[in-house]
């Protein structure tokens, strides 16, 4: 298992709200392997200029293909930005196909919670079905 340190993009207000994010995106096979991790390249850059985020971490657990992103943003408006721009939103498409069943749970976080807790999101996205 590898878990990337929290990077951060702003601090937070301890007292406002922000929304969180985990998200499950497991590899239905190998097939899909290398193409993945190039858009998981590229969004990182997304990132790096990404209006609104407040922070994220990636786990992956490479030899079972299942990968999970846990960020923090400023507000819904900021994380739809995101995910609708590019190149973000040309790999949800062209990773369909080799995509097993995401998941994706969002959740109101106060600033005090930034950075999120791993423990925190992947209970979350356990107990929630698919």
């Known amino acids: 298992m590898v878990v990337s340190p929290w990077q951060s993009h702003q601090r937070p207000d301890s007292n406002r709200e922000f929304v969180g994010l985990v998200s499950y995106l497991p590899l239905k096979g190998w097939r899909g392997f290398i193409r993945f991790q190039r858009y998981v390249r590229r969004i990182r850059r997304q990132l790096e200029t990404a209006e609104g985020l407040v922070g994220y971490s990636l786990l992956a657990r490479f030899l079972e293909r299942r990968f999970w992103t846990l960020s923090a943003w400023d507000d819904e408006t900021s994380l739809m930005a995101f995910v609708l721009s590019e190149p973000h939103r040309t790999a949800m498409k ?18 005090s919670e930034v950075p999120l807790s791993w423990d925190e999101g992947l209970r979350r996205v356990e107990s929630t079905s698919t």
């Open 94 to 111: 062209d990773l369909q196909p080799v995509m097993g069943p995401t998941k994706f749970v969002r959740w109101r976080v106060r600033g």
